[in-house]
């Protein structure tokens, strides 16, 4: 893995994001902003699953308004999504949010921008200059992607800059991989700035996982990026476990448990998947990292059993239950899943 | 993206894998292969999905046998997976499977394993080396993880080119994605073979495909890799989409439809979530590339439906339907289903 790209950190609320700080993960609220009760409910659910900084969409002043409830009553850092309209982010602002997200396609005159910038700067509040693909200011419809994004964050980079105003984030979304990746290498050398990382639009739960995967993943290979957020067209909690997931997988952060599952095949000597599936519902409720291994032949089982917490070799309808590499129980298929359930619990 | 890596061409089958053939999807049967039946059913499912190598595990001389009528039952090639027991390789060459598997963790006597390469090479059969994190031999124990997967593949590779046997393919599997992707590094520089790519023991679905998208996603972006098969504890129709999903994400293959879907948030004026899901249930009969892009406001909804083959940008309780970029019709939020489908099926 490429060295980590060394950033200029950035405080969001109590929050840092950037420079050494752990790359952070984020979602974004999908109720009616307007509907207090029921965002603040959204995001205690996406802070009991680990998410660090939420957002909020802002599209009139009622949903303004209601950021300021809705901050005090969570835990992170609250950020207002805004599009269009530069008073919702002077509302916002005012209401008390963390940080704003602006986008320069929707977001183009220079004197409505430097008044955001104000009264961010007075409150020392950053702001990300959020670029969409997908809405990109006209000015730039002539290069390709990632040239009209770069550009795109780049001028509005600037005017904040003349501004005296450094508090900045930058995120170059795309659905395609390629053209994100090539965009947000081109402004990693380009700016000092924290960088957030996401792939717009990603789709249902299965192929959006996969591709936000695939296009987070390969930039934070790269010593690429500082927080995330993964988009899927689903419960925003699926949002945050991919994310971690994402994590995890690149040895990035700890979080909680992980399961080893083998795919089973004409040598399984068990049925695994129920096995697994009910392990996973039991791991639910764990927050310490822990890993459990579930093979279902002696193939490849105590192999990975040496190197988990928890482990499972099976073989004919019974199976070996390891605890650190040593085989601590020998019980039928029927009971396996209770045998792992207890050693578990016993960890 | 790295440019690919010129491996060396190798015939399985009616197929090319390696040198500049696309990358191909395989899986492997979880049915007992001495049920014949249940085995060669999965196969044909399988193929309608688009798998293009399938593997068999050989647990007995029984299973081995059956290789003959799953043969001669199924249109894409068939791979004997062998462990332990080299007469089971013997076997299925003789049953006529177009590929072995062996694992040089479990099969180690010299004399057995040039039995074996001779009967292959009488017959033109190619063989993987089929590394596994989870089964390395024991004289490899000391080192660290991607060098010993690395040491026990390029023992095994010297042995066979010792018997002039050149048909060969390799993989290193591992469960972390980091080791995975060291030892593949190692072994791309160090021989001309096609490697087969893989993460072992991915677990279930949604973190599976996650961890294989981006063990195999980082390395198909370094220009490595000339087959896939993504591994999770589930029906292996989904190790082919997701395998499908992961090329089509990195622009290496075109296959069937793709959903561009946003996420919603708490701007959405339509309920996006189930016309997303009615979308793509539809979109599952078809094959041909079709892009279809959802959004559930005007933020993004425009931008993205004009780079789409169909597409949907939601308003108040109404949407816009997009064909090639253009507005075609506009309509209440709950005929926007029908009208897409209506739409698709037109294209």
Known sequence: MTLRRNSKPLRIGGLTIGGSSPIRIQSMTKTDTRDVAATINQIRRLEEYGCEIIRCAVPDMEAAEALGVIKRSIHIPL?????????????????????????PGNLRNLEQIAAVVQAAKERETPIRIGVNAGSLPPSFEGDSGPQRMVAAAKEQINFLEALDFDLIKVSLKAFDIPQTIAAYRAIAQDTPYPLHLG???????????IRSALGIGILLWEGIGDTIRVSLTADPVLEVQAGYEILKCLNLREYGPTLVSCPTCGRAEIDLLPIADEVRGHLKGIRKPLKVALCACVVNGPGEARCADVGLAGGKRKGAIFRKGKVVKVTDEDKLAEALREEIDQI
């Open 79 to 103: 950020i207002a999504d805004i599009h269009f309209d530069y008073r919702l982010a002077l509302a916002s602002l005012k209401a008390g949010v963390d940080g704003l997200r602006l986008n």
């Open 199 to 209: 792939i717009t639009e990603a789709g249902l739960p299965f192929e959006g996982s």
